[in-house]
């Protein structure tokens, strides 16, 4: 199958009552494509490969079929890399983009009772269930819907099989996203099954039901949700997934070690060759259980029984499958983890290796990912802003007041990083931007409100007791000694450990 990355589904019509069938059935036949690229990158994974398929003509019965799942370490590596620590919301910084105080002077806790929701709603799992979906097919959904009475959470979120969601933007410049459909399966009251299809506009609701190829609107209502609930996420431009660029390589690897196992399998089970001498069944069987055989030539002719190898030389064929392994790491951005022979520093393997090359790649998909994410935290403030059990604080929070936060490698150089907190607080960066920028924490804006009393004593334990030297508005670190911010540093690394204790 060719893999050209999914593609987008495009109308220039304005969606109406009307027409939405017609732009509903134009959809699905570019949807039902991608549907079955996305299919075959998920078989593939699940090691339904080209080589599971292959048959041969000489010695048929010597037949292995090895599957390197290569595909699932590139997708198993790119989501523990980037999702391996909870993506987490952290303040945006002093921004005057409107009229209001800014969200450092009005300090009403908004992006840690945010974060404290998701939690509750278990976004870090459902964020591994979406980059690996991300990472086998190029492309993810995200839904999220308010949430009946009662519930502690004013949202709930899901992750969809991407087979069964899509999105239908303008066909423009702009290439906005004009409708959501959502595919479901009901049963009618014959027991047949047929396909409904929830279309939801930014103020419209549509149910469309499919029986017998034939459509029709069950329901057109109008929605209170403000935005369309599907929130779609691409792995890169391509819309392609993470090893669909280097999937011929994983089939060359495939063939490679199965015939490499083949051929020594034919070592083994070599052909004996009788030449001028005959044996019955009996004498061959006694051959196989003794391993000794007496024979008789014909007069005037030698005798001679031997195997008939077909030995295959290996060297060449790993050399070249190394090569080939290597080539499709460096395309998919996946560091070698090969022992060094030693003789590096830990920064020169860090480079050799690939790792700076998967950190860039990395950085690169964050950007990416960061659009459809403040999408999503635009759709959840919406649905709490019209929630009664919504806490106030997320009420008043404003996106543009709202920056993603993604960490990696907490633990990785502890000292160095500890050294640039302690540097950046010494310089007199304000402690939410250190906390956020050290990369020690998962939750850079949780630890900086549940250490702001104790930095705040500890400026305070040097005679600066005006309220505006409070680390809530504009602080003079500087003044504060190198011990007492060593003090700080030891709280904060305390609290680290104590957290990676708990994990």
């Known amino acids: 199958m060719e893999l050209h990355g999914r593609r987008e589904i495009f109308t220039t019509a304005e969606i109406s009552a009307n027409n939405i069938i017609s732009i509903l059935q134009g959809a699905l036949n570019i949807h039902q494509k991608n549907v079955a690229e996305i299919t075959y990158l998920h078989d593939y994974i699940e090691n339904d490969t080209p080589i599971s398929k292959r048959t041969k003509t000489v010695r048929p019965e010597i037949n292995n079929k090895i599957e390197e799942n290569h595909a699932l370490e590139i997708t198993n590596f790119k989501v523990g890399f980037v999702f391996g620590e909870p993506v987490q919301y952290i303040v945006r910084g002093n921004c005057e983009i409107d009229s209001t105080d800014s969200v450092y002077e009005n300090e009403n806790g908004g992006v840690a009772a945010l974060n404290e929701l998701m939690r509750l709603d278990g976004k870090s799992v459902k964020d591994i269930e979406l980059a690996e979906w991300l990472n086998e097919c190029g492309i993810a959904y995200r839904l999220v819907f308010p949430t009946e009475k009662g519930n502690d959470v004013p949202f709930e979120t899901y992750i969809p099989d991407p087979r069964d969601v899509f999105v239908i933007k303008r066909r423009n410049y702009t290439k906005k996203k004009i409708m ?136 060449p064929c790993l050399a070249l499958k190394e090569d080939m392994y290597q080539t499709m790491l460096r395309i998919a951005c996946v560091p070698d983890r090969r022992a060094s022979a030693g003789g590096n520093t830990g920064q020169a393997l860090i480079i050799g290796e690939g790792w700076i090359m998967a950190e860039s790649a990395a950085r690169s998909f964050e950007r990416i990912f960061t659009p459809s994410e403040i999408e999503f935290v635009k759709a959840v403030l919406n649905i709490c802003n019209n929630k009664i059990n919504a806490p106030e604080a997320v009420k008043n929070l404003k996106v543009h007041e709202v920056e993603i936060k993604f960490t990696r490698n907490k633990t990785d150089n502890m000292l160095v990083k500890t050294e640039g907190l302690l540097n950046m607080l010494k310089a007199g960066i304000h402690p939410r931007i250190a906390i956020s920028n050290c990369g020690l924490f998962s939750d850079p804006e949780q630890v900086y409100r549940d250490s702001v009393e104790t930095l705040n004593k500890m400026l305070y334990s040097q005679g600066n007791e005006s309220e505006e030297n409070s680390f809530g508005d504009t602080t003079d670190i500087s003044d504060i000694s190198d011990e007492e911010l060593t003090k700080i540093i030891e709280m904060l690394t305390n609290e680290l450990n104590s957290d990676a204790n708990k994990q």
């Open 180 to 315: 959501g459909v959502i595919i479901t399966c009901e049963v009618d009251e014959h027991d047949i099954e047929y396909n409904v299809y929830n279309c939801y506009t930014d103020d419209m609701f549509y149910k469309i039901s499919c029986k017998n190829n034939e459509f029709k609107i069950d329901q057109a209502t109008e929605h209170m949700l403000g935005c369309i609930p599907v929130i779609e996420y691409i792995n890169d431009p391509h819309r392609t997934g993470s090893y669909e660029n280097v999937i011929s390589l994983c089939d060359a690897l495939n063939t490679i070690t199965s015939n490499c196992v083949d051929g020594l399998e034919q070592d083994i089970q070599s052909f004996t060759w009788f030449n001028n001498c005959e044996i019955t069944q009996e004498t061959y069987d006694q051959l196989k259980r003794l391993g000794i055989i007496m024979t008789k030539s014909t007069p005037g002719m030698q005798a001679g029984i031997k195997n008939i190898k077909t030995e295959l030389d290996q060297t």
